[in-house]
C-alpha cells in the first residue's frame, strides 16, 4: 500500500519539476524579444528608451582570419542587448523603405604576442581593432543627423606558460584568445549601446530628491498676539 501511494507523488513531482524547467526556459528565450522590442527601461526613468537606429550592419574583413573571428561573438554581443543585426541585403531593404541602418566597421584587427623568457615563460597577449560607428545623434532623446565616432579598442591578458613540460601545446595560450575575442566584442557593444542610447537627466531624480521645504519661523510679535487672552 505504501508504494502504491509514493509512486504517483514521484510522478508528480517529476511533471512539476518539468513544467517548471519550460517556464523559465521560455521566460530566458522570450527576454531578448522583449528587449528588442520595448527598449531600455533604465531605473531612475520614467519611460524605456530605444536605440536610434533599428538596425546595424557589421562591416569586418572576413578575407582576414583574425579579424573574421571577432564576428560571431560580436554578433552575439549585439543580439544580447536588443540590436538587430542586419547584412548588406537587409541595409538594402531599409534603404528601399527609407529606414537609416547604422554601422559599424571593425578593421586592423592584430592579435599580438610578448614573451618574457625565464623559469617559466610570461606571455603577454593583446588583441586590438580600429572601430567606427556610424550612427544618428540621439543626445536629446530624439535621433537627428549622423554622426562618425572612431575608436581604438584594446584588450589582453597575461599568462605563465612551462615550455619544458611534456606538453608543446598552449592549451592556455588558445583558451585565452578565445577570452579576449569576448571581452573585445563585449566592449565594442558596449560603445556602441552608449552612443545610440539618449544621454538625458533621468526624472526621476527630481522626485526622489525635492527641494527641501523652508519654513520661515514667526517674529516674537506674532508670537505674543496669539498667547495674549
Not at 87 to 99: P, T, V
Request: net charge neutral.
Amino acid at each position: 500500500m505504501t508504494h502504491l501511494v509514493t509512486a504517483p507523488t514521484h510522478k508528480q513531482s517529476d511533471k512539476h519539476r518539468g513544467l517548471s524547467t519550460m517556464l523559465i526556459t521560455a521566460v530566458l528565450l522570450g527576454s531578448p524579444l522583449l528587449l528588442s522590442s520595448c527598449g531600455f527601461h533604465l531605473r531612475g526613468y520614467d519611460a524605456p528608451m530605444a536605440y536610434s537606429v533599428g538596425s546595424t550592419v557589421l562591416s569586418i574583413n572576413e578575407d582576414d582570419i583574425v579579424s573574421f573571428r571577432i564576428k560571431r561573438p560580436l554578433k552575439q554581443r549585439l543580439n544580447a542587448v536588443g540590436i538587430n543585426v542586419v547584412d548588406d541585403i537587409g541595409r538594402q531593404i531599409n534603404s528601399s523603405n527609407q529606414l537609416y541602418t547604422s554601422t559599424i566597421k571593425v578593421s586592423n584587427v592584430q592579435l599580438k604576442r610578448y614573451e618574457l623568457v625565464g623559469v617559466l615563460t610570461e606571455v603577454r597577449l593583446v588583441l586590438s581593432a580600429d572601430v567606427i560607428y556610424e550612427t544618428l545623434n540621439n543626445s536629446d532623446g530624439a535621433s537627428s543627423a549622423p554622426m562618425i565616432v572612431k575608436n581604438k579598442v584594446q584588450v589582453e591578458r597575461t599568462y605563465q606558460f612551462d615550455e619544458a613540460s611534456v606538453s608543446i601545446e598552449d592549451k592556455q595560450g588558445a583558451q585565452i584568445q578565445d577570452w579576449l575575442y569576448d571581452n573585445l566584442s563585449q566592449r565594442i557593444a558596449d560603445q556602441y549601446v552608449a552612443l545610440s542610447l539618449p544621454r538625458v537627466a533621468p526624472e526621476a531624480s527630481a522626485k526622489q530628491n525635492p527641494k527641501p521645504l523652508v519654513v520661515a519661523p514667526k517674529s516674537d510679535a506674532s508670537t505674543n498676539a496669539e498667547l495674549v487672552p
